[in-house]
């Protein structure tokens, strides 16, 4: 795994960490082709401070996000570092409900990629008619279009919907993966996205669609009890080597 830069500055180690995950998890959306402008956003809880939060600069391109240039803010919204730092109104509203529910989550993504949005706006959801998609058996919640995600009494629904899962399908919207890594929150949403690309592409094939039966479905979730930390410990180290060669300036 690449090493992480540590520059002189105030925050601790442990912060510090979590800043290069979370500016490479902003990097590697970037090239995956995941972004939409500015619109989307990625969130990590500060080590030793649960009720601060870490999260883009709103403006910035996801190819722009360093470590030291994210933004810590509370769960009431105020900005924390850098003084007279934005960020999205609708993100924060996401993460911040997702962060006071969940203190085993210590990582957010989300996003409207194509493929995403079009199986959230489908009546059936994320079919399990492959590897990627059966992985969200029991996996994945559904919450309902309310607007742009800006009024914060949205947020009790939000995470009700979430539940104890890793994964939300917003309806008409896109998708949301957690985690209690930055690393398993991305692998999470790397197979969310790879299954909806395979449903949209076998949808536009054929309509007919083959699913396997519950028994099969039920050993599958069986068999792929532990698979978050697989990305974390496994996936993830080698993503970061990925983000070390192709753009290795996150970390400043």
Known sequence: MAETVRLPRRHS????????????????????????????HISARVPGAEEHFLMNPYGSFFWEITASSLVKVDLEGNVIEPAGAR?????FTIHSAIH????DVQCALHLHTIAGVAVSSHKRGLLPIN??????????GYHDYEGVTLDLD??????????NR???MLRNHGTLTVGASVGEAFYWAYNLEKACRIQVASLAG?????????AIQEHYTQ??????KLGENVVWPALLRLAEKKFPDYKT
């Open 13 to 40: 180690e442990a912060e510090w960490k979590v800043r290069c995950d979370l500016a490479a998890a902003y990097r590697l959306v970037d090239y995956y082709g995941w972004t939409d402008m500015q619109a989307t």
């Open 131 to 140: 590897h990627a998609g059966l992985l969200f058996r029991e996996r994945l």
């Open 166 to 168: 890793p994964a939300l």
């Open 154 to 163: 949205e947020r009790p629904r939000l995470v009700k919907s979430l539940g």
């Open 223 to 228: 068999q792929t009890g532990g698979v978050g």
């Open 206 to 214: 054929n309509p007919e669609q083959v699913i396997p039966s519950m």
């Open 100 to 103: 006071a529910a969940r203190p």
């Open 87 to 91: 960020v999205n109104s609708a993100g």
